[in-house]
């Protein structure tokens, strides 16, 4: 973890209980989510991509914190907005956009690819790919579509497998030596 995230961030996770052993798995969640971005960030940022890895770090470590703020705790119904207000009341201006978009496949109105950062794409990625281990693409996308059949709308589940297979070709079109499991 980048220093300028270690105080801020354990802090927040401190503040929204997110230490607490009944969210060990959201944790290391995050925490692989971060890792993975990261990596991708550094490989791209030397192929000339423009990303802030601080910047990234934070919002994958904080994009997942409203799963402690919801009832039941570590649910994913509204952890989305349950975490932006609480990352709004603590003045985290830079990963709020981040952190309110990474499931933008959930909502009525999606957005364009086109209108999403590297950052976010990233971070959706992540997602996407660590969930307690690493799986291939395809296989984490149903499975996240199947956990969640009734509230990923129908435009939804096509925005996400068509973005998701977006996002990798992009990826892999300017790092094409990148592990398999992208």
């Given at each position: 973890?980048?220093?300028?995230?270690?105080?801020?961030?354990?802090?927040?996770?401190?503040?929204?209980?997110?230490?607490?052993?009944?969210?060990?798995?959201?944790?290391?969640?995050?925490?692989?989510?971060a890792s993975m971005a990261v990596y991708l960030a550094?490989?791209?940022?030397?192929?000339?991509?423009?990303?802030?890895?601080?910047?990234?770090?934070?919002?994958?470590?904080?994009?997942?914190?409203?799963?402690?703020?919801?009832?039941?705790?570590?649910?994913?119904?509204?952890?989305?907005?349950?975490?932006?207000?609480?990352?709004?009341?603590?003045?985290?201006?830079?990963?709020?956009?981040?952190?309110?978009?990474?499931e933008t496949y959930f909502n009525d109105e999606i957005?364009?690819?086109?209108?999403?950062?590297?950052?976010?794409?990233?971070?959706?990625?992540?997602?996407?790919?660590?969930?307690?281990?690493?799986?291939?693409?395809?296989?984490?996308?149903?499975?996240?579509?199947?956990?969640?059949?009734?509230?990923?709308?129908?435009?939804?589940?096509?925005?996400?497998?068509?973005?998701t297979q977006i996002i990798r070709a992009e990826i892999?079109?300017?790092?094409?030596?990148?592990?398999?499991?992208?």
């Open positions: 973890m980048y220093d300028e995230n270690k105080g801020l961030v354990w802090q927040l996770w401190k503040e929204a209980g997110m230490l607490d052993l009944d969210l060990v798995g959201v944790l290391s969640h995050v925490c692989g989510v550094t490989r791209l940022i030397e192929q000339g991509v423009a990303i802030d890895p601080i910047k990234l770090e934070r919002a994958c470590l904080l994009h997942d914190i409203g799963k402690a703020l919801t009832k039941p705790r570590g649910s994913s119904r509204g952890h989305v907005e349950a975490g932006v207000a609480f990352l709004q009341k603590k003045v985290v201006p830079e990963v709020i956009d981040i952190v309110q978009k990474h957005l364009a690819l086109e209108e999403l950062s590297w950052a976010e794409r990233l971070v959706i990625m992540g997602d996407m790919l660590f969930s307690g281990n690493i799986a291939q693409l395809e296989e984490r996308v149903e499975d996240v579509i199947r956990r969640n059949e009734d509230n990923i709308p129908p435009h939804g589940k096509i925005w996400i497998r068509e973005s892999l079109d300017i790092l094409p030596s990148l592990p398999v499991f992208l």
